[in-house]
Structures are given as structure tokens and as C-alpha cells.
């Protein structure tokens, strides 16, 4: 599975199951501000489960040595 087949599934199940999972949150009562990330959670999501499946032993490595060198066109907002 390419890693495009493998964000528009992670996407497709965040935008179905996101909506649902901020109905059921608790609120403190305080309010708190809703930043936006650079990187949304489908791409957060997509580069752990890549990582999971590629076999590298530490995230830094994956991270370092395959991501930011192959993945830059697929996540351009990669720190």
C-alpha cells in the first residue's frame, strides 16, 4: 500500500469519526484555545502507521532517514 492509499483511508476515518469523538469530550468549564497544527492528524496518523509497518527500529530513524528524504512531496508541512 503507497503511502497516498494509506492517508485517504486514515483521512476518510478521521473526517467520519472526528465530529463523533468532540461531541462526546468533557469541557472543565475553561475555555481553552483551538490552535491550528501545521501537520493535521490524518498526516500524523499516516506517518505512525508507516512507521509501524516499515520495520525501522526508532522513530527518530524512521523519521530522519526515510520521511523527511521520500516523503516530503506526499507531507510538505513535516518539520
Same mark, same amino acid.
Given at each position: 500500500?503507497?503511502?497516498?492509499?494509506? &492517508?485517504?483511508?486514515?483521512?476518510?476515518?478521521?473526517?467520519?469519526? @472526528?465530529?463523533?469523538?468532540?461531541?462526546?469530550?468533557?469541557?472543565? =468549564?475553561?475555555?481553552?484555545?483551538?490552535?491550528?497544527?501545521?501537520?493535521?492528524?490524518?498526516?500524523?496518523?499516516?506517518?505512525?502507521?508507516? &512507521?509501524?509497518?516499515? =520495520?525501522?527500529?526508532? &522513530?527518530?530513524?524512521?523519521? @530522519?532517514?526515510?520521511?523527511?528524504?521520500?516523503?516530503?512531496?506526499?507531507?510538505?508541512?513535516?518539520?
Amino acid at each position: 500500500m503507497s503511502l497516498d492509499e494509506l &492517508f485517504c483511508d486514515v483521512d476518510d476515518c478521521c473526517r467520519a469519526c @472526528l465530529p463523533a469523538w468532540h461531541r462526546q469530550l468533557l469541557t472543565s =468549564g475553561q475555555r481553552r484555545r483551538q490552535r491550528s497544527c501545521r501537520v493535521v492528524l490524518s498526516e500524523i496518523l499516516t506517518i505512525l502507521i508507516a &512507521f509501524h509497518q516499515a =520495520g525501522y527500529r526508532t &522513530f527518530k530513524w524512521c523519521y @530522519l532517514s526515510h520521511l523527511c528524504q521520500h516523503a516530503r512531496g506526499e507531507c510538505p508541512n513535516l518539520c
